[in-house]
């Protein structure tokens, strides 16, 4: 057989071989994450400040780059990622490759119950933060009924959930290129699509949190704020003042409709 027939398979095999061994090395870097980190970030800097050692458990983590990030700033901090796609487990680890902050990523189902998943998480109802980014519209409606039953099992009382991307306000999503990102996920899978804050709301109640902060972030996103109440009228101390952020935040009481 003539060998220079062969090179062009034996070049594609050594090819395809170099990118497995890159992939053992270098992590995959999502461009939207490194867009959103800094905002996020800052957000995250208004609500915990300075606070030491607090808990923190993530879901939906991805790369590992907002942990990776986050977990940097906040140093003294326990962050716990988790994914649901095994294949981005590595990647959490390269890009949180020896800090000592950072626990070692596990696959996690959010659409099932805490009980039934493969590991137990270190700090069951005593987390402090809850983070998922961009999780809710790209996943089915079970996931975001998890998400919220399950944090009411991980969170303290008084402790916050954190949500981020984009969403329908009172049944209308915009602008135009939120309209066309709600149908482009729809066109791929009928159970994705933007979700209402209304109805996030109603979910958050009906498992003991109350959304208390919607805030305004760039690209037509926004973050939620969600908080864990205790099953009694001790919620109302743990109410925060929190902070305006110049028109871009607001607290939400019965009645308001969260529109910015």
């Not at 399950?150 to 939120?178: C, E, H, R």
């Not at 149908?183 to 699509?193: F, T």
Request: with cysteine.
């Amino acid at each position: 057989m003539n060998i220079t027939l062969l090179m062009p398979f034996i070049y594609f095999g050594r090819l395809i071989r170099f990118i497995e061994r890159m992939s053992e090395t270098s992590p995959r870097i999502y461009p939207s994450a490194s867009r959103n980190e800094e905002p996020i970030l800052e957000v995250l800097k208004q609500f915990l400040g300075h606070q030491d050692k607090i808990k923190v458990f993530e879901v939906a983590a991805g790369t590992g780059q907002h942990a990776k990030a986050f977990a940097t700033h906040f140093s003294s901090a326990s962050w716990e990622p988790t994914e649901y796609d095994e294949s981005l487990l590595n990647d959490i680890k390269l890009h949180c490759k020896n800090m000592k902050n950072v626990k070692p990523p596990q696959k996690v189902d959010i659409s099932k119950n805490v009980e039934d998943w493969d590991y137990s998480p270190q700090y069951l109802g005593k987390y402090d933060v809850g983070l998922c980014i961009n999780m809710i519209h790209i996943s089915p409606i079970e996931c975001t009924h998890g998400l919220f039953s399950n944090m009411s099992k991980l969170l303290a009382y008084g402790g916050l959930l954190f949500t981020y991307g984009p969403y329908a306000v009172d049944g209308v999503i915009s602008p135009q290129s939120n309209v066309d990102f709600h149908n482009s996920l729809k066109s791929r899978n009928p159970a994705w699509g933007l979700k209402d804050i209304k109805f996030l709301r109603k979910i958050s109640k009906e498992n003991g949190l109350k959304l208390e902060m919607v805030v305004d972030m760039p690209s037509n996103n926004k973050t939620l704020v969600f908080r864990r109440l205790p099953p009694s009228s001790e919620s109302d101390k743990l109410l925060l003042t929190l902070p305006n952020r110049n028109g871009h935040g607001v607290e939400l009481k019965e009645g308001c409709n969260g529109r910015l």
